[in-house]
């Protein structure tokens, strides 16, 4: 136990001002950290899976390899269908699929060299394209207000660079 507290408080360390941060994240087409024909997923959703490649399908529709089966009708490439112009989304994995377009790379670029100190940590551990979208689109406390409301009760997954406007109190 005392070493997951060092641990802990060695990650909530904060870097020296005047040192850039390093991010690892790469930005490519088909994401060169998939290995023979093999996708990593978003995994938890009970309906729907997004993949790696941007294709989010029926959990049904998803193949043995991890990836979603494009030959099935439904399964759609970077889908925004819950999704906001502010780039918040209803749905998981339909913010992980518009996430992963690649004409939203300049925008997480822009919002990883803006991302606040408090936030280095978790998306210096990220190393893709892919990590970084499961990432932003989990809901965090840029999502709530007063510790326990949504911003948004409906769009609460952002991949966008700000959150939801706040409720009238």
């Not at 009970?46 to 089966?69: F, H, P, Q, S």
């Not at 690649?102 to 978790?122: G, T």
Request: proline residues 5%; neutral net charge; glycine residues 4%.
């Amino acid at each position: 136990q005392e070493e997951r507290m060092v641990r802990d408080r060695n990650l909530l360390q904060v870097q020296e001002h005047e040192q850039p941060i390093m991010w690892k994240v790469k930005f490519s087409s088909g994401n060169s950290s998939q290995l023979s024909n093999q996708c990593r997923n978003s995994v938890q959703g009970k309906l729907l899976i997004t993949d790696e490649l941007g294709y989010i399908c029926e959990r049904k529709a998803l193949l043995v390899n991890g990836c979603c089966n494009v030959n099935v009708p439904s399964t759609k490439l970077y889908s925004c269908d819950s999704c906001l112009p502010n780039g918040c989304c209803s749905i998981y994995e339909y913010c992980v699929s518009c996430c992963l377009q690649p004409s939203k790379q300049h925008l997480l670029e822009r919002f990883l060299n803006r991302a606040a100190i408090a936030f280095q940590n978790l998306f210096m551990a990220v190393e893709d394209h892919f990590e970084l979208c499961l990432a932003k689109c989990r809901t965090s406390s840029q999502s709530v207000q007063h510790e326990n409301t949504y911003r948004d009760p409906i769009a609460k997954y952002c991949y966008g660079e700000y959150p939801p406007e706040l409720l009238p109190v």
